[in-house]
């Protein structure tokens, strides 16, 4: 998540948290309409498992704290991802201030898996944060055991950067892959597409 810019040295990280939308999604700010839905796709050892952050078990407890936390936008911003036309919330997505620099996350429900929701909402995430800010480099990791995360990073044009380890609350520490986007490329995607 992006710090605001008293909090953050590089006044280039901050970023407000517009409202975006896509083909699918509306996402916004996480508020008070979503805990039961939080909880119900948090509480999932499968989708905790791949993050470093995520608590499990979840409940109502930790969906307050993480609100809490989203509404202090101190370590960035967060985004609940949520179906366009019913408000059904389906996972969270953030850019997250690292000591690499700001950093891309997501999780999808695992009841919302394999329909596209990650990338479309990485997508806009990438458009945002290279739009919205000075940075140049843009990064993302995921566990080395998950290829849906990995597809996700690649079709946003992420370019891999190494290994490293990653201490996750439920997991411990786990290898994950690395990878960076530089603002050059981002530009190059984003014209080709447009073609």
């Not at 805990?35 to 948090?42: K, P, W």
């Not at 936008?73 to 036309?85: D, E, F, M, N, W």
């Not at 739009?131 to 946003?156: E, M």
Request: with cysteine; charged share 25%; glycine share 6%.
């Amino acid at each position: 998540m992006v710090a605001e810019a008293e909090d953050s040295e590089d006044e280039s990280y901050a970023i407000d948290c517009p409202v975006l939308v896509t083909e699918r999604l509306v996402m916004r700010a996480p508020d008070e309409r979503d805990i039961a839905q939080l909880v119900e796709l948090a509480d999932n050892r499968h989708v905790a498992e791949m993050l470093a952050r995520m608590p499990h078990p979840y409940g109502e407890a930790e969906a307050r704290a993480f609100l809490a936390m989203t509404k202090s936008r101190r370590a960035g911003i967060a985004y609940a991802l949520t179906l366009a036309g019913t408000d059904t919330f389906v996972g969270c997505a953030g850019l997250n201030t690292t000591d690499r620099g700001l950093e891309l996350g997501y999780w999808i429900g695992e009841p919302h898996w394999k329909r596209g929701y990650a990338t479309e909402a990485a997508h806009a995430l990438v458009d945002l944060a290279f739009q919205s800010t000075s940075i140049q480099v843009l990064h993302a990791s995921t566990r080395v055991i998950n290829p849906a995360s990995r597809r996700v990073i690649h079709k946003c044009g992420f370019q891999y950067a190494g290994q490293g380890m990653l201490n996750s609350i439920v997991a411990g520490q786990v290898p994950v892959e690395r990878y960076r986007l530089d603002r050059k490329t981002w530009t190059s995607l984003r014209n080709w597409v447009h073609f």
